[in-house]
């Protein structure tokens, strides 16, 4: 069962893209919080405050989101960021209540040793590396562990065989992880032999706001 995880938040007003952009700028990323019996709510959550939290708890944690003087809990629905600089842009929030089935994605955690496929030279491809299921918030697990240590080459694991009680909202036949044989490529390099020259490789930085994903 994911953890309860309290994380600070404000109440706004001022809505739109102008007000978006003074609250990025003050450090503050705007958020909704859909759900419950009063609509959607605009909140602004610290920066600071949401790296922390995706930093040290799996991102489908159960927060206590305090505004206003109360505490409504809720998970992150969607996080949007910046394709390039990985800044973070938007926060959705979906309430959630003990007794309401809620959907998210959870991910998939390889357990075990090495498959044997990969020992024997194999090359394990991650199709899906999670999954979307659907269950009470009080049975939402924060990842789903998969054994691979008996795949063998060209062989695959699907939903069926994924052990979990929670449903998953994937036909049980979707492949999730196979080991595929390596191609052996054979190049002929007329006139000698050919050399590999050397590449440069630049580093593109995170900044302070870059979102732990």
Known sequence: ???????????RTATGKSAA?????????PAILYGGNQGATPLSVGTRDL???????????IAELQF???????????????PVSRR???????EITADRPITLEVP??????DPVGVRHGGILQVVRDRVRVRCLPGDLPEAIDVNLSELDTEQSLTVAELATSVTILAPADTVLFK?????????????????????????EGE???????
């Open 108 to 113: 998939l955690v390889i357990t075990g040793q």
């Open 21 to 29: 952009h003074r609250l990025r700028q003050g450090r503050q990323i």
């Open 179 to 203: 080991i595929v044989a390596p191609r052996v490529e054979t190049a002929v390099v007329a006139g000698g032999e050919e050399g590999e020259g050397e590449e440069g490789e630049g580093e």
């Open 68 to 82: 206003d003087g109360a505490t409504r809990t809720a998970v992150i629905k969607e996080l949007s960021v910046h």
């Open 88 to 94: 973070m842009l938007h926060l959705d929030f979906l």
């Open 51 to 61: 790296i922390n939290f995706l930093r040290l708890h799996p991102r489908n944690t």
């Open 207 to 213: 900044g302070e706001e870059a979102a732990e994903e």
């Open 1 to 11: 069962m994911s953890a309860t995880v309290a994380l600070p938040c404000e109440s």
